[in-house]
């Protein structure tokens, strides 16, 4: 069999596996197994676990339960609300201040949890009733959540850059501190879209009152005073010290990734316990069965996923993409925007998780070749696969938000998250203007290593 006919049938069986309705990690081992009985040598089945295991058998991967005990002790405890009434309360005055609370409060979160779907969960719980009762319209309010909760994915400590470091065989620090100013980036496209739109809406409100008579909620402007926000600190600094710790033990070389996951999940179970009392054996069980949960699944989807891309290697399918992708020719900008592209419509059916796992031995060699950075290409694909937990069909936050407030239709979540989805697209382009913004930090930091794109 040729290997152009080769290739096609792996495809195809992998869509008709996914399109059943299997979940992914079963499709994907599936496939795997079907393959390695049909065309590779009969001992090769004899082999799936030591596979298996030797492919995640990686000290890098053992920090991802750990990360994910931390998001879940933070995210089953009241630190979501009482960070966003924080910073709702110290925003307060500054027209759209309560969308930039919404932000930021999602930005911290996800920071401290490295969970998407925690901080869309966490933060939204609280903030969009309380947009709603403002009278921002519920449309922007679930919108601006579940775009906020993207940044779970892009800021450290997260999953996806953790498995795109495995995968892409980068230096984890380097990429956690590459995600920094990008992230930072998105946060003031956001803060900026929630002031443009809180001003629209206010204009609105205004002439409806002058015209009917109606007031909105929106034009009345709550203070508070400096003691009230004070008042608010006490239960938040801990958790914003938690984050610092943890970012000064893995970038200052106090510790590896993994035991600074370790110790990070230890301080989070130390704090919730002190700060909410939740401590108790029926307090912290559902946090240990949540972590038991989402860390079972997940690391069956990286085990099947990295069997996967074993069998496309041994097969040579990956290699010969990878080859005839460079074959092309095309330009180096031509080859970044249709494999970006390429990772958009992923998006419309696949988690970030199986994106990196299954194309990375196909896009990264032609990228390497084109002389790009693998770090600063990563904080790339992170962002674009970022549009893909807000833009359906898969749109897992826009799920999450449904399940928040089930009253609003999910066409106006949909409506509602597309300025976002244009503004990280937006993020895409300036990094590619100006790498500076994802590779100045990793570089100052830990010195200059590898080409600049």
């Known amino acids: 069999m040729s290997m152009l006919s080769m290739g096609l049938l792996f495809?195809?069986?992998t869509l008709l596996f996914m399109f059943s309705g299997a979940p992914i990690a079963f499709a994907l081992g599936s496939v795997a197994v079907l393959f390695m009985y049909l065309f590779m040598p009969a001992s090769a089945l004899n082999t799936v676990t030591q596979n298996v295991y030797e492919e995640m058998a990686s000290i890098t991967?053992?920090?991802i339960p750990l990360f994910i005990l931390k998001g879940a002790a933070i995210g089953r405890s009241r630190a979501g609300q009482d960070l966003y009434?924080?910073?709702?309360?110290?925003m307060g005055r500054i027209p759209g201040g309560l969308g930039i609370a919404n932000v930021f409060a999602c930005a911290l979160f996800a920071a401290m949890a490295g969970s998407s779907p925690a901080t869309c969960s966490a933060i939204g719980s609280a903030?969009?009733?309380?947009?709603?009762?403002?009278?921002?319209?519920?449309?922007?309010a679930a919108g601006?959540?579940?775009?906020?909760?993207?940044?779970?994915?892009?800021l450290p400590p997260s999953v996806t850059m953790i498995l795109y470091a495995v995968a892409a065989e980068q230096s984890?620090?380097?990429?956690?501190?590459?995600?920094i100013f990008p992230?930072?980036?998105l946060v003031s496209l956001f803060a900026a879209y929630a002031v443009a739109h809180y001003r629209k809406e206010y204009r609105l409100a205004e002439a409806e009152f002058q015209r009917s008579g109606a007031a909105s909620a929106l034009l009345d402007r709550e203070t508070f005073t400096t003691r009230q926000k004070f008042e608010m600190l006490p239960r938040v600094v801990p958790f914003v010290l938690l984050l610092v710790g943890v970012m000064v033990a893995l970038y200052g070389g106090f510790a590896t990734p993994s035991e600074t996951a370790g110790l990070g999940a230890i301080l989070a179970l130390a704090l919730i316990a002190v700060i909410y009392g939740v401590w108790r054996p029926k307090d912290v069980a559902p946090i240990l069965s949540a972590t038991l949960r989402e860390s079972t699944m997940l690391m069956m989807i990286i085990g099947m996923s990295l069997l996967f891309s074993y069998v496309m290697s041994f097969l040579h399918i990956s290699q010969?993409?990878?080859?005839?992708i460079v074959a092309m020719q095309l330009s180096k900008w031509v080859l970044l925007a249709a494999i970006l592209v390429m990772v958009i419509l992923l998006g419309f059916f696949l988690p970030p998780v199986s994106i990196i796992l299954m194309t990375a031995p196909i896009i990264l060699p032609p990228l390497k070749a084109a002389g790009f950075d693998l770090i600063w290409f990563g904080v790339l694909m992170t962002i674009v696969m970022e549009t893909g937990l807000i833009h359906p069909p898969v749109g897992l936050n826009i799920f999450v938000i449904k399940n928040i407030a089930p009253d609003i239709p999910l066409s106006d979540i949909i409506w509602g998250v597309l300025p976002f989805v244009v503004l990280m697209l937006l993020a895409v382009v300036l990094i590619c203007v100006f790498p500076g913004i994802a590779t100045a930090l990793p570089d100052a930091v830990m010195g200059v290593a590898g080409a600049k794109p």
């Open 11 to 13: 495809g195809v069986a």
């Open 61 to 63: 991967l053992l920090s």
């Open 85 to 90: 009434a924080a910073m709702h309360v110290w």
């Open 127 to 140: 903030g969009i009733p309380e947009m709603r009762r403002r009278g921002y319209s519920p449309g922007f």
């Open 144 to 154: 601006i959540i579940a775009a906020g909760g993207t940044l779970g994915i892009l």
């Open 172 to 179: 984890l620090g380097r990429l956690f501190l590459a995600g």
């Open 183 to 185: 992230g930072v980036l």
């Open 320 to 324: 010969s993409t990878a080859e005839w």
